[in-house]
């Protein structure tokens, strides 16, 4: 579903991550802006739906906003086995300073600016295709009443910085004891609406919580920027118009529903909102109405349309019942590191090799894959289906681990046995460009120069590593970039 403003997606790890779109790896869309030049960051003045009647060409009158009839209550549906792309329209996990904690009563309104010609013109231009899609112009008025364009959200649009904390880093925060502590406090407290959540959707309700804890601390940090206002503002600039319209037709026709109303939906600068940080393309796909009011209401303070529609999220795309996401495993002495991250085996077929679970038993619940995100020296685990359904909602490997590991720990388990090596920072893309770089230049084959560490680069630093008598997993560190030089 997250477009960018997770910053928590650890770039680093090369195929594992969403690109900047949102856990949306979506690529860039032809701009379908009236202005197709660069858009000023910086105007004065102010611009509304309403100061702009006497330019838009309004293909209906101008009225009071009509309510549509609450639908009747929707049939949850089941899970189905449904693997699609591989991309996922929601943006990177969020910090935990997405949005100030406090009253979500205080609405920050947009910066007011001056009527500039280009987005006059886009937004004419907008009101006639949203139209076409099906929105009437009550409804766009109604939604635009008080939208304002917000040359801060183009800022930060154009800055986001490079994520380069440690994995130990990552997962430490991801899954620190008060995480795990109000997670396992909101569990309790949402027994039974988990419970029914799982019956319907099948997955189980720590995993949902776990979303929940990692994507806005239990719907403590949801956002405070109107969507509608930020959306308009980045279709508008242009360099993805054609999904940030996309985003824009969607929060519309939530509006002519009558599932919520503009000024309750806010959430991220980049679109994502709601408990669980839906983009709003997935909203219309996803979202569902557990409560049985007759609206998807994911920006209400109770949590149900939120969780559910998660649930609904990893189901439609194939979450299995009764397996689970992964185990943690040791691996013996002289462990053939050439067979982690790639090769897919039943946990029989691991245990043939020495695989063993770290607690417990490991069953043959399907076929599992090695994963080792930092390298020998850090934890192993197995990793099944259900791990990959997760890496759906966000494509990192490291956001699918938090996930799991939480979710477990919430639900009572221990922490993992062996612990994240500390203080090794992961590598820039310009680095990883430069790593490539020089293992082509020594002879070892990357698939190419582009800083997407694929099968061909891990295979190219595993080549390295074993000509330097060093561990061959494969794993992209400081210190070999360091020796490469």
Known sequence: MRVPAKAFALAAFAATLAPPMSGAAVADAPQTSLRPQARPVVIAGSVTAASLAQVIDRATPAAAPTTAPASQAQTTPRASVILASASSLRPRLRPSALASSGSRSATPQATPVAADPGFTAWLRGFRRRAMAEGITGATFDRAFRNARFMPEVIAKDRNQSEFTKSIGDYMDGAVSDSRVRNGRREYSRNTRLLSSIESSYGV?????????????????????????????????????????????????????????????????????????QFMPTSYLGYAVDHTGDGRRDIWSDDPSDSLASSANYLAKHGWRRGQPWGVEVTLPANFDYTQANAPERMPSAWARLGVRPARGQL????????????????????????????KRYNNADTYALAVGILGDRIAGAGDITRPWPQGERMLKRSERVE??????????????????????????????????????DGHPSVALLSRLR
């Open 204 to 276: 189980p309700g720590q995993y949902i919580t776990a979303i929940w804890g990692l994507e806005t601390a239990y719907g403590s940090y949801r956002g405070k920027t109107p969507l509608i206002s930020s959306m308009a503002t980045l279709a508008y600039e242009g360099r993805r118009g054609s999904f940030y319209e996309a985003q824009l037709i969607a929060l519309l026709k939530v509006v002519q529903h009558g599932d919520s109303q503009p000024e309750n939906m806010l959430g991220s600068w980049a679109g994502a909102s709601g408990h669980t």
């Open 363 to 390: 069953r043959d619940y399907g076929n599992a894959r090695l994963l080792l995100l930092a390298g020998a020296r850090g934890p192993a685990f197995l990793v099944f289906h259900n791990f990959d359904v997760i």
């Open 435 to 472: 790593l490539q770089r020089l293992l082509t230049r020594r002879g070892y084959d990357t698939g190419g120069v582009d800083g997407i560490l694929g099968s061909r680069s891990t295979a190219a630093i595993r080549a390295y590593q074993r000509s330097i008598g060093a561990t061959p």
